[in-house]
């Protein structure tokens, strides 16, 4: 996996913790195309290649890809598998034309099947949900570098930091990507992110993980705010204040702290890179 980060969210103002000031959009908004240009540029690439579902950050990184290179120079991958993925396949689609992208809907319901038509007993049940969506998420991304192996596109990676501290991913699903353009934003800063650029409400789907597939993070059922969630994550995991602390500066339950502590624990596995017996480091 490829994680590309930036120093500048960590210089940007912030506003309890969190990138959402009017300077720290503005900076944000003009930071990102720039990011991906480079990036293509690096690479000797001709084109980037985003994964549409409906959700505000996929909308919000095929924006930035337009910005950074053009509309003619990016690929949106519609990806659903089941029937009851049509309205959001419709809405990606429609947020692909309003950019005036190349763009395709990839039905993975044949593929799916004929993938666990092979692997058939070896493995467990085709029914086994977890399995099941895991594979859909590997098998989008492979699509997603197939479509850039051809075409000499790199892959844009839209998973947001929440996600990635909580474990809301497949391992070599969602993070298998050439970058990821929000890795280092939480979600609430990139849904104000997406407010800032214009991105109207009625394109996009509010949610914790890909409205694909059953992919919501644990967060959903807690009752508080996903803001004050993120303002947590980043005291406990990028700052490294204690326990403590962050429970007195944010308000927080002591036991949902402990609650995001286990969930982040659980799913280190998901952040750490594949270890060898003489190396065994692993990005945080």
Known sequence: MTVSHTSEPASLPREDGLATTDEAQARLREQRPAFLEELVDDA???????????????ALAATFAVDAVGSERVTGLVMPAFLSHEAISRTAETVASALGIEHCRLQLQPVLAAFQEAVGDSSGPADDVVATNNALSRLRMTCAYYVANTTNALVVGTVDRTQYLLGGVTKHGETGADCLLFGDLYHSEVSELAGTVGIPDELTVETSGSPLYPGQLPIADFEIAPTTVDRV???????????????????????????????HAETEHKRRQPVTPSLRSHIN
């Open 44 to 58: 000797g690439a001709d084109r980037l290649v985003v994964g549409l579902d409906g959700s505000v950050e996929t």
């Open 233 to 263: 994550l980043r005291l406990r995991f990028d700052e490294g204040i204690d326990h403590e602390t962050v429970v007195e500066r944010t308000g927080v339950e002591p036991a949902i702290l402990d609650q995001l502590e286990e969930y």
